[in-house]
């Protein structure tokens, strides 16, 4: 009988010990508190035929289906600029590459994926963002969902808005990024 109670003893305490690391090794999310947050400007020039080629940072990779009035089904694929301000020709601080589509046949909606690449004297790595881009809300949250660099690991929510837009050619996203997983 004694074998039996140490053994008990020796499993309770095992157990008791590795609990308590494991708690100790969370992280406690604060959703109100991010521990990195800052705003950024992203700004994308659709490319349209002619001779635009220079300054387009966007192209279409397939045209709409014409199902519907609302570019369902188009593809395009990005290399934007990103800025930490309003102004298109402002020192650029990462470059979001990736692509968006659209994906709804009754309204302007797409869906949206890009890493954005930071190599600047504040930041150096990646953040990876995608999700849904509701483009009737005034603002609309995408998933970060990881980084490398200075980002590594990183969670959070990006929430973008219009900032600016004329028609197809350009637009402006306001993106207010709050990390809430930094290491």
């Known amino acids: 009988m004694r074998n039996i109670g140490e053994k008990s ?4 305490l095992v157990l008791l010990l590795t609990s308590q690391s494991i708690w100790a090794s969370r992280k406690s999310l604060k959703p109100n508190e991010p521990c990195k947050r800052f705003v950024l400007f992203y700004h994308d020039i659709l490319y349209q035929g002619g001779d635009d080629v220079d300054n387009s940072t966007s192209a279409s ?6 199902l519907g009035n ?21 020192p650029e601080v990462a470059r979001a590459q990736g692509f968006y ?3 709804k046949k009754s309204e302007y909606n797409a869906w949206i994926a890009y890493t954005l690449v930071f190599n600047s004297t504040e930041y150096k ?24 660099g200075d980002f590594f690991m990183a969670r959070g929510v990006a929430t973008l808005e219009t900032d600016a837009l004329e028609g197809f050619k350009y637009f402006r996203l306001k993106m207010d990024v709050k990390l809430y997983e930094c290491y």
């Open 9 to 12: 003893c020796l499993i309770l």
């Open 61 to 66: 990779a397939t045209n709409n289906t014409k």
């Open 125 to 148: 790595g990646t953040l990876n963002v995608m999700g849904a881009d509701l483009m009737y809300a005034k603002t609309r949250d995408v998933s970060i969902v990881g980084g490398t």
């Open 101 to 103: 589509f659209y994906d």
């Open 70 to 90: 609302f570019q369902l089904g188009r593809l395009v694929v990005f290399d934007d600029p990103i800025t930490q301000d309003r102004n298109l020709h402002s």
